[in-house]
């Protein structure tokens, strides 16, 4: 009788082959990766170096933010005197601060715009996150920033920060631009 057109002899032929491979993978002589490890373990052990000591991070409250960028390039004593000479550039101390005027430049974030008949307005976002509308000429940031042009993703400030000499002042052209783009 077949069994799915197979003959019994077949069949018991096919399992002494099987049977044959099998002890063939099975009866693999591992004695050279034993001797390997053997081997291994009889060298010494190594040191373990000990853990370096944590030094604790000091954080450094940076006061010299009226002082000039270490980033920009210093001036030297004739550009002072020609730019001073050229420009008499001056915060107005009589007129009353703006509410944005309390935050940094960089602690201030654009949202977005609006329009309502021709006036276009930006929003700004303050660090406690209440939302502010300026227009051109508005004043924001610590060094008495004004608001000189305003776009879909920015707004252009320019700053009046002291130039490093006693009574001098420069303008810093500074920029925000619109987050979550």
């Known amino acids: 009788?077949?069994?799915?057109?197979?003959?019994?002899?077949?069949?018991?032929?096919?399992?002494?082959?099987?049977?044959?491979?099998?002890?063939?993978?099975?009866?693999?002589?591992?004695?050279?990766?034993?001797?390997?490890?053997?081997?291994?373990?009889?060298?010494?052990?190594?040191?373990?170096?000990?853990?370096?000591?944590?030094?604790?991070?000091?954080?450094?409250?940076?006061?010299?933010?009226?002082?000039?960028?270490?980033?920009?390039?210093?001036?030297n004593a004739r550009q002072l005197a020609a730019l001073s000479a050229l420009t008499t550039v001056r915060p107005d101390e009589s007129r009353t601060k703006e509410y944005l005027e309390h935050f940094t430049l960089d602690a201030l974030t654009m949202v977005g715009t609006l329009q309502r008949d021709t006036e276009d307005w930006s929003l700004i976002q303050d660090p406690e996150g209440s939302i502010h509308r300026i227009q051109i000429g508005s004043f924001l940031g610590r060094d008495h920033g004004r608001v000189v042009e305003m776009g879909d993703a920015f707004v252009a400030v320019t700053e009046i920060v002291s130039d490093g000499t006693e009574d001098g002042w420069v303008e810093r052209p500074r920029t925000i631009e619109l987050t979550g783009m």
């Open 1 to 75: 009788m077949r069994d799915n057109g197979r003959s019994p002899l077949c069949v018991a032929l096919q399992a002494v082959v099987m049977a044959a491979a099998l002890s063939a993978c099975a009866d693999r002589g591992l004695t050279d990766l034993d001797d390997f490890m053997d081997e291994k373990r009889a060298l010494p052990g190594g040191v373990v170096e000990p853990i370096p000591t944590f030094e604790a991070y000091e954080a450094f409250a940076y006061a010299a933010t009226t002082l000039r960028s270490p980033f920009d390039r210093p001036m």
